[in-house]
């Protein structure tokens, strides 16, 4: 069963990747009403939350810019930014990365105890696979925002 957490987190990230090679620079910057962010800021943030997840769960270092925080952390948007966010090609070449690094886990990592279990609000995940899974979880729902954000665009 791990193994197939990691094959599909494998997928994931190449879904990411195809869908965001078929949008153009200038939607990434276009808020669509009724959406709190851009596409930019959804794929920033979807690669600094696998970032935080793969630390907290493999012990892994941060692969990120520290700018990544400012910019892409929860609670953040793009109004509020004071420096020019990552281009199309960073945030995808990042994710490239990522996505090499998921090869690189094996079904015994998901099974290893966090130091500490990692509580998000009502949720404690106290394996490195149960808060990995929560982490494609989490990348797939910024997915789904950013498809609709593309129809909502593309009208």
Same mark, same amino acid.
């Given at each position: 069963?791990?193994?197939?957490?990691?094959?599909?987190?494998?997928?994931?990230?190449?879904?990411?990747?195809?869908?965001?090679?078929?949008?153009?620079?200038?939607?990434?910057?276009?808020?669509?009403?009724?959406?709190?962010?851009?596409?930019?800021?959804?794929?920033?943030?979807?690669?600094?939350?696998?970032?935080?997840?793969?630390?907290?769960?493999?012990?892994?270092?941060?692969?990120?810019?520290?700018?990544?925080?400012?910019?892409?952390?929860?609670?953040?948007?793009?109004?509020?930014?004071? /420096? !020019?966010?990552?281009?199309?090609?960073?945030?995808?070449?990042?994710?490239?990365? @990522? %996505?090499?690094? #998921? &090869?690189?886990?094996?079904?015994?990592?998901?099974?290893?105890?966090?130091?500490?279990?990692?509580?998000?609000?009502?949720?404690?995940?106290?394996?490195?696979?149960?808060?990995?899974? /929560? !982490?494609?979880?989490?990348?797939?729902?910024?997915?789904?925002?950013?498809?609709? @954000? %593309?129809?909502? #665009? &593309?009208?």
């Amino acid at each position: 069963m791990t193994q197939s957490i990691i094959n599909t987190g494998k997928v994931l990230h190449q879904i990411v990747i195809g869908k965001l090679q078929g949008v153009t620079e200038g939607y990434f910057d276009k808020q669509p009403e009724g959406f709190n962010n851009t596409i930019r800021w959804n794929v920033g943030h979807m690669i600094y939350w696998m970032d935080k997840y793969s630390t907290l769960s493999f012990g892994s270092p941060s692969a990120i810019p520290d700018s990544y925080d400012t910019l892409f952390n929860s609670g953040t948007k793009p109004l509020d930014w004071t /420096f !020019a966010p990552p281009s199309k090609e960073e945030l995808v070449e990042i994710l490239t990365v @990522q %996505l090499s690094s #998921l &090869s690189e886990l094996t079904p015994e990592m998901l099974g290893e105890k966090l130091s500490t279990p990692y509580a998000l609000g009502p949720f404690q995940f106290n394996t490195a696979g149960e808060l990995f899974n /929560f !982490a494609l979880i989490h990348e797939a729902i910024h997915l789904g925002t950013i498809s609709s @954000q %593309l129809k909502v #665009l &593309s009208r």
